[in-house]
């Protein structure tokens, strides 16, 4: 089901949500037979949504952040259904660089070449505050996406003259968070 006007979303702020907002969009568009791909930036493919959404046939580009603890993680995942992230979880690193480089790159082919009706682009504005895409490199993506591409790039701190190009723009604002109060974050809940 080809459409006609992809326009761009973006959903940025310091709330929870912006990711489950995109994967909802994902699944909606999925349900309406629409080709979807997903592409998750500084993410180390631990993320719960990732197999629900690919067994929806959509695409899933992920493990775009290395911790050479990751394959503790999993194990720790597995055994007790949470993971303590430790601090290289949180260090960009130069494994991280060269994943990131090679994600964006895919994430131009899939905007541009015409075969998605929707593409993600989680976390963008992660990769771009920490230097690892150029804000001229994503502006670039979307003036040269397909037409016919529906284009949703979320993380914190979205550039304001991304917000001027995109048609949606929504602010995910934090009221109140457990992480407050030293919960932390909860497999299935928050990733």
Sequence with gaps: MQRKNGLVHVLTG????????????????AGRGLRVAFVQFLKGGLSGENRS?????VRVISNTKHCPNQKKHKQQLAQKGFIIFCKDCFAINAKDRELVRKA???AKRLASCGKYDLVVLDEIFIALSEGLVGRGELAGLIEKKHP???LVLTGRNAPKEIEAVADYVSHVKKEKHPFDRGILSRAGVDY
């Design 14 to 29: 310091d709330g929870n949500g912006k990711t489950t907002s995109a994967v909802g969009l994902a699944v909606r568009a």
């Design 53 to 57: 959404l690919s067994r929806l046939g």
């Design 104 to 106: 964006f790159e895919k």
């Design 148 to 150: 016919s591409c529906e």
